[in-house]
């Protein structure tokens, strides 16, 4: 008798258990067998010879042997006390492909099914991993995507297995519906969140391709928001993406609660710690009473009394803000508790998801080690530095408690590219037509070391430079790093001449804190004044080549919370150079910067600088061209380059001058187009420039009056680099002033 396990038929095991109930399996035969083992087979069927056999276990044994996914079919026969199992099994999969997938690649759904060469062929498998393909695309924003396995049999029980996929378009975002905002309009929640509408202009932008973590993210992002004016009780009541019956677009539909709006109506400091003063405090609370509440200025006054408390020695304390809302009237009251925490320390730091960079590279940032005392402003100290490495798009960190005592840091990262490899074509109002190439990688084999080689030819312009830093030399924070250079410069439009420049350059930098950093520099280079025969006679006495060797510093704080992008903080810097260790310039040399920025309301970004320099030479050398300050183009807008200057009043050439004092304020504020990188600013520009040396001044027009610029224009982060389009306009100046409204710029600056 014969049974098959179609659908394990318990009447179909009964029987077979009731024909072998007269005796005991004496043997168990396994037929089909090609390539798993007999001992295999039996070890995964589980019965034993010499006793009886029950229904349960018989089907227990064939439940086992199908779940192993190694047979296709199985059945039971009976042959006086031998058990007979008649097996086929699942073919061998030998060649396993993608077809069709142009967006994503063959490794990232390699590692998502679970079907692979050389693995045993199973129709159940292959529908799970045709989901799992579905699901990866959806993920990837395209929700029209087809997945079809396509079997085809080969000789020795062997398939090859092909997923042909259809990819579909990306879903796009056709629009955003909000319900529920009384206070706000739609255009203006929009703005606040990462999913966009598809528009032509997103060209560049992925914000219009639907994604569903980005639309949870969204709801957060609405929370903060509202809770950054004074919406306390704001709730997202449901969140549901609708898509079309095509599969290429979905309609968002945000249902919100904005609840009441709440002032502030009291601020207390209270501390249960019995060396804390809770009145000598109360000078690091960001906000004041009648102001509206806002959930940003509460988490920067944890943040400020954590940190300063920690600098005065208490580490073992928590701020926890406890908050007291009166709905009726609308105000609340924000009470700051200051407890005693148990004494933690550091157990382990825990870092994932550095497939390229060195652990060594993200732990040298920390300001705390294992073992040390728990200290919050330290770790945010540390957060901070990873962030600025600017390798990764994320970084985030937890810490767990392990024990009493004990606690982990856990740092998850997502990197980011660091290599950059760009070739562009442009117009700048500096150089004209352009063509530049380069590739720069910021961390080099997972080290963080620095290289880059960039090319650059311009109608004005030939430039050619090599670059190569080590952050953290012989692993101390000290960088050191090497440059060469060479650089033709046409200067004709200005002061009717050419310079060649080439060299290289030594440097060494160290931080004595996280702020606060020191770098020394040798420079050595050649200068090459030549085709002056239309220039001023001041120019043509220093036609020919000249050596400057030069040994410098500068000092630099910085407290910028963002060094790509600043909106808070200052930067200072001061810096001095001597020439004269050999070659042929003598000089000393100072220049100095100062940048403020100040963000107010979330979107207007001040800025206000001011920057100068002094040069004199020494031991009966005057100043060189090539060494003097110009200033007009991207130091001083509304003038050309070197549009302020001594002049020879023949000529028209610019002279330069021995010091130069520049600054003024700006004012950056968003268009609407923040996703693409574009921004507005207006400006107004303020400087001036001191007398070259041994000049007469019968043949040249010189003046160090102030000059002054006001003007609008553009910042552009494009896919190309930073890009600023200025308009400026002259107020002040003098009748020799060389003037220019548009301006035109590739690259980046303070």
Same mark, same amino acid.
Do not use: C, H
């Given at each position: 008798m014969k049974f098959k396990l179609a659908g394990i038929s318990l009447l179909a095991l009964a029987v077979c258990s009731n024909a072998m109930a007269q005796g005991v399996i004496s043997n168990i035969n396994i037929n089909g067998l090609q390539r798993v083992e007999k001992e295999t087979a039996l070890s995964y069927a589980g019965i034993s010879t010499n006793k009886p056999v029950s229904t349960e276990e018989l089907n227990e044994a064939l439940k086992r042997l199908y779940d192993t996914g190694l047979f296709s079919d199985?059945?039971?026969?009976?042959?006086? =006390?031998?058990?007979?199992?008649? @097996?086929?099994?699942?073919? @061998?999969i030998g060649v396993m492909a993608f077809d069709g997938n142009d967006k994503i690649d063959d490794k990232i759904l390699e590692s998502e099914v679970q079907s692979a060469p050389r693995s045993v062929f199973s129709k159940a498998k292959v529908q799970q991993d045709v989901q799992r393909i579905l699901d990866v695309y959806k993920r990837a924003g395209r929700y029209g995507v087809s997945v079809e396995p396509k079997i085809i049999k080969k000789s020795e029980n062997r398939v090859d297995l092909i997923f042909e996929i259809e990819e579909g378009p990306e879903a796009k975002i056709d629009t955003i519906n909000f319900i529920g905002n009384k206070h706000y309009t739609g255009k203006d929640l929009q703005s606040e969140i990462m999913s966009k509408e598809s528009r032509w202009y997103r060209l560049f932008s992925s914000a219009e391709n639907f994604d569903r973590e980005k639309m949870n993210y969204d709801q957060e992002l609405l929370r903060r928001f509202y809770n950054r004016h004074g919406y306390a009780d704001f709730a997202v009541v449901s969140a549901i993406a609708e898509l079309s019956r095509d599969k290429t677009s979905f309609i968002l539909t945000f249902t919100i609660d904005e609840g009441k709006r709440y002032t502030i109506n009291d601020i207390q400091i209270k501390s249960t710690v019995p060396d804390i003063d809770a009145n000598q405090w109360y000078k690091y609370v960001t906000f004041k009473t009648g102001n509206w509440y806002n959930s940003d200025e509460?988490?920067?006054?944890? =943040?400020?009394? /954590?940190?300063?408390?920690?600098?005065?020695?208490?580490?073992?304390?928590e701020v926890v803000p406890n908050i007291y809302k009166d709905r009726e009237t609308g105000k609340l009251s924000v009470v700051f508790d200051i407890k005693e925490n148990a004494k933690v320390f550091v157990n382990r730091i825990n870092i994932t998801g550095n497939t390229r960079t060195l652990d060594e590279v993200i732990r040298r940032e920390f300001r705390i080690s294992e073992g040390n005392v728990f200290n919050v402003a330290k770790i945010r100290e540390s957060r901070r530095n990873v962030e600025r490495l600017n390798y990764f798009s994320k970084v985030d960190i937890d810490t767990e408690r392990v024990d009493y005592d004990k606690a982990d840091i856990n740092v998850n990262i997502e990197e980011k590219s660091t290599g950059y490899f760009n070739v562009g074509v442009g117009y700048?109002?500096?150089?004209?037509?352009?063509?530049?190439?380069?590739? #720069?990688?910021?961390?080099?084999?997972?080290?963080?070391?620095? +290289?880059?080689?960039?090319?650059?030819?311009?109608?004005?312009?030939? !430039?050619?430079?090599?670059?190569? /830093?080590?952050?953290?030399? %012989?692993?101390?924070?000290?960088?050191?790093?090497?440059?060469?250079?060479?650089? /033709?410069?046409?200067?004709?439009?200005?002061?009717?001449?050419?310079?060649?420049?080439?060299?290289?350059?030594?440097?060494?930098?160290? =931080?004595?804190?996280?702020?606060?950093?020191?770098?020394?520099?040798?420079?050595?280079?050649?200068?090459?004044?030549?085709?002056?025969?239309?220039?001023?006679?001041?120019?043509?006495?220093?036609?020919?080549?000249?050596?400057?060797?030069?040994?410098?510093?500068?000092?630099?704080?910085?407290?910028?919370?963002?060094? %790509?992008?600043?909106?808070?903080g200052?930067?200072?810097?001061?810096?001095?150079?001597?020439? *004269?260790?050999? *070659?042929?310039?003598?000089?000393?040399?100072?220049?100095?910067?100062?940048?403020?920025?100040?963000?107010?309301?979330?979107?207007y970004t001040f800025k206000f600088f001011i920057n100068g320099g002094y040069i004199a030479?020494?031991?009966?050398?005057?100043?060189?061209?090539?060494?003097?300050?110009?200033?007009?183009?991207?130091?001083?807008?509304?003038?050309?380059? &070197?549009?302020?200057?001594?002049?020879?009043? +023949?000529?028209?050439?610019?002279?330069? *001058?021995?010091? %130069?004092?520049?600054? *003024?304020?700006?004012?950056?504020?968003? %268009?609407?187009?923040?996703?693409? &990188?574009?921004?507005?600013?207006?400006?107004?520009?303020?400087?001036? #420039?001191?007398?070259?040396? =041994?000049?007469?001044?019968? !043949?040249?027009?010189?003046?160090?009056?102030?000059? @002054?610029?006001?003007?609008? &224009?553009?910042?552009? #982060?494009?896919?190309?680099?930073?890009?600023?389009?200025?308009f400026g306009f002259p107020i002040v100046k003098q009748d020799y002033d060389e003037t220019e409204v548009f301006r035109l710029n590739f690259g980046t600056s303070l």
């Open positions: 199985i059945s039971f026969d009976t042959k006086g =006390n031998t058990l007979v199992i008649n @097996v086929k099994e699942n073919p @061998v509460i988490e920067k006054t944890v =943040n400020a009394l /954590t940190e300063e408390l920690s600098r005065k020695g208490f580490v073992f304390v700048s109002t500096v150089n004209g037509a352009l063509i530049r190439a380069g590739i #720069t990688e910021n961390n080099f084999l997972g080290k963080g070391q620095q +290289v880059s080689l960039n090319a650059g030819v311009s109608q004005r312009s030939t !430039d050619y430079s090599f670059s190569f /830093t080590e952050p953290y030399f %012989m692993d101390r924070r000290l960088s050191a790093g090497t440059d060469l250079f060479y650089q /033709t410069e046409d200067y004709q439009d200005e002061s009717n001449y050419d310079m060649d420049t080439m060299g290289g350059r030594l440097r060494f930098g160290w =931080n004595y804190t996280d702020d606060l950093s020191q770098y020394v520099r040798y420079t050595l280079k050649q200068d090459k004044i030549k085709n002056v025969s239309s220039a001023s006679k001041y120019i043509q006495e220093e036609e020919g080549d000249a050596i400057d060797s030069v040994i410098g510093q500068t000092i630099v704080y910085d407290k910028r919370d963002n060094i %790509m992008k600043p909106r808070e200052y930067y200072l810097s001061f810096g001095n150079d001597i020439s *004269g260790l050999g *070659g042929d310039d003598k000089y000393l040399k100072f220049d100095a910067k100062a940048y403020k920025f100040y963000t107010l309301s979330d979107y030479g020494y031991g009966g050398e005057d100043v060189r061209l090539a060494q003097r300050y110009f200033l007009g183009g991207n130091t001083m807008r509304g003038f050309e380059t &070197g549009g302020i200057s001594a002049r020879d009043k +023949v000529t028209k050439d610019a002279l330069g *001058g021995n010091w %130069m004092l520049y600054g *003024g304020a700006e004012l950056a504020f968003p %268009m609407g187009l923040d996703e693409l &990188g574009i921004r507005g600013r207006t400006f107004v520009d303020v400087g001036t #420039t001191g007398k070259p040396d =041994n000049i007469n001044t019968s !043949d040249v027009d010189y003046s160090s009056s102030p000059r @002054v610029a006001i003007g609008f &224009g553009f910042e552009w #982060t494009s896919p190309m680099g930073k890009i600023d389009i200025d």
